[in-house]
């Protein structure tokens, strides 16, 4: 008996049902990622971690960015390559930041674009004039004459406090664990095929980098001295264990720092470039974080100076966690700007080795990893919960 048309389609249609249940999208994504895994350059750990994070079933995370309406284009471009390097499958949600009054320069046409570009999963949020303007205790006779004499507006100065002091305490970002900060002027040259924040955790730590440099000291002069008196004032909050050795030169510089008395001659400078950043939110919701900010924000050097939020986290990670609590990625072709970048050997990278700013990369993460070990004494009880 001939079979009918429409029982042919019934019969493909059935077909085809069972063939996606016998190959379900994980099976197609482990696939994807058991052809990366001939690839020696890669470690296991990041293999194994992929398969967990996809199809946005991974660690409670989220991409946030601070952008300003003149800098929008710059923004969707940082979200397209995100996006095609490795978010469309890893699904995190984005918040954006704008401040004040911002948002209303931002167009529908240009939200939408942002919408379409990251499938719906990027909310707007307004960081109120409250923690970017500066506050009225502010000398503000002191603050002009600084602008004159160091540089740098007051939009930056306030983008540099946002980011030491107020970012992870946003409502915003309230209900997410692990908080992965990106610039507008980013871009990955390489495909990501693993989860980056499950690769902090599946390392058991609490904050990930890509690139270490020292930090310039003119903006910030009398940043080094007061993280040295904040320490020896709370000394008794400090974790035995923690990486000042990062930081402070050598066991005297640390000694130094630890007793109030160091400054710029025992500071290394060294900072973690932070407009990549992804951090366990108990990196600064914990009351050592909160002191010190408050502490720096009493000295003033956020206006009064251009005190910068990288070297106050490097300070920051510095007296609150261990060495092996910090990652490095070195295989992401991560890029700020127009700065040198690291274009590893890798197909999966489309960046070219030969141009300019990936051969002029360095970096000085051994700064971090081989910092000389140096144990403080006590061991105040809530840091426990931190290491
Ligand atoms: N909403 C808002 N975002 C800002 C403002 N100033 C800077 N940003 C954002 O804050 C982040 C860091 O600012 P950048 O100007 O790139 O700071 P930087 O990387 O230290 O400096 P560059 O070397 O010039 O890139 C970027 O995402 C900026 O778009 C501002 O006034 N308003
Ligand atoms: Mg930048």
Known sequence: MPISRPRLYLFFGLFIFALLLLYPAGKVVKQTYSAYSSN????????QSSSTASGGK?????????????????????????????????????????????????????????????????????????????????????????????????????????????????????????????DTDIEFHCDV??????????????YGFVQINPDVDFVQPSLSGNVSQFLAANAHMLPHNANHGFVWNGKEGIEKALKGGAGNDEWTRMTMYNNFEISHKSVWENDLYKKFFDYLEQEGGFFYERWSDAPIHAFAVAMSLRKDQVVQFTDLGYQHQGWAYECPRLDRCTCNRD?????????????????????????PKYVQDLN
């Open 40 to 47: 020696q350059e890669l470690p296991d750990h990041q293999l």
């Open 58 to 182: 991974g660690p409670n995370g989220v991409i946030f960015m601070l952008m300003p309406p003149s800098r929008v284009h710059q923004a969707q471009l940082a979200l397209l390559s995100t996006e095609n390097r490795f978010n469309r499958r890893l699904q995190y949600p984005y918040v954006i930041f704008t401040v004040g009054e911002e948002i209303d320069k931002i167009t529908e046409e240009d939200k939408a674009k942002i919408h379409w570009i990251t499938e719906g999963r990027a909310t707007f949020a307004t960081v109120p004039l409250e923690s970017w303007n500066v506050p009225d205790s502010y000398d503000k006779a002191k603050v002009e004459e600084s602008l004159h004499n160091i540089g740098f507006s007051m939009g930056y100065r306030s983008m540099c406090r946002f980011y030491s002091g107020f970012f992870w305490r946003h409502p915003a970002l309230a209900q997410y664990d692990w908080l992965w900060r990106l």
């Open 193 to 206: 095929p693993y989860d980056p924040i499950q690769k902090v955790i599946d390392a058991n730590a609490l």
């Open 355 to 379: 141009a300019v700013p990936a051969r002029g990369f360095y970096d000085n993460a051994h700064a971090w990893f081989d910092a000389p070990s140096y144990n403080v004494k006590r061991t």
